[in-house]
């Protein structure tokens, strides 16, 4: 039986773990976002609509998705039916908030 002291250092530890891995997703999300506040950079980069385009665009335009990812955004568009936001690309299997951070000034929805 683990004595009151355990159970608080195994809380403690658990807390502490999630609060680093939040930490880092944070700072990897501000880190990524101050990219795109280049104005430069932002007017360059090409759009694409993730709710009309078809694979080879997707693939052509977002950074990190290649044609098995391209392919997976359709099946889930067909599926689930249209995003409603950048963020649903996450139920996509392979993408992350990474991929769609690096993306947020490619990605349009209409």
Avoid: C, W
């Avoid at 999630?18 to 880190?31: G, I, K, Y």
Wanted: no cysteine; aromatic share 4%; net charge positive.
């Amino acid at each position: 039986m683990l004595s009151n002291k355990n159970v608080l250092l195994s809380r403690h530890t658990i807390l502490t773990q999630h609060f680093l891995r939040t930490a880092q997703a944070l700072v990897l999300s501000v880190f990524l976002g101050f990219g795109s506040l280049n104005g430069a950079y932002a007017a360059d980069a090409p759009t694409v609509n993730i709710n009309t385009a078809d694979a080879a665009t997707l693939a052509e335009v977002l950074v990190g998705v290649g044609d098995d990812k391209a392919k997976a955004i359709i099946e889930s568009r067909e599926t689930h039916g249209k995003f409603a936001s950048s963020q649903d690309l996450t139920r996509v299997k392979g993408i992350g908030t990474v991929i769609v951070a690096k993306n947020s000034d490619r990605i349009v929805l209409k």
